[in-house]
């Protein structure tokens, strides 16, 4: 599945460097939190959709780190740029083994089928 993105030979020279650092801080710390842990949820607060996945975490036993960035009313253009770096347009974003599985019900499906167990196990 090759996701649409704007070629960078399309891309104006003089942005590039915008383009790539735009909220690069961001990125980096999920990126490092994906690679330090086997279970990562990033979600903002006041989000009753990341409370339900973070609940079914607990549930199942599952370790994990979360990271929470700002509410509804800010920083949501620092959450952008992780919509733009993942592809996943809502949070809860869950990462299992440096994998995006999804959100919340796409967490749901993986602990109901017994997925999640196995990609932990392996």
Known sequence: MARSILPEARIHPAIRDTIASYHADIVGEVEAAVAANDVVVVGMKQ????KKARK??????????YL???SYLNIWRRRN???????????????VK???I?????LDALI???ELKRLLAG
Do not use: Q
């Open 112 to 114: 109901a089928n017994g």
């Open 102 to 106: 999804g959100g919340a019900d796409d």
């Open 68 to 70: 929470e960035y700002g």
């Open 98 to 100: 440096g994998v995006l």
């Open 47 to 50: 989000n009753p959709v990341v």
């Open 56 to 65: 079914a975490l607990d549930a199942a036993a599952v370790r994990y780190a």
């Open 81 to 95: 740029a992780l919509k733009m770096w993942t592809g996943w347009p809502t949070f809860p974003m869950i990462f």
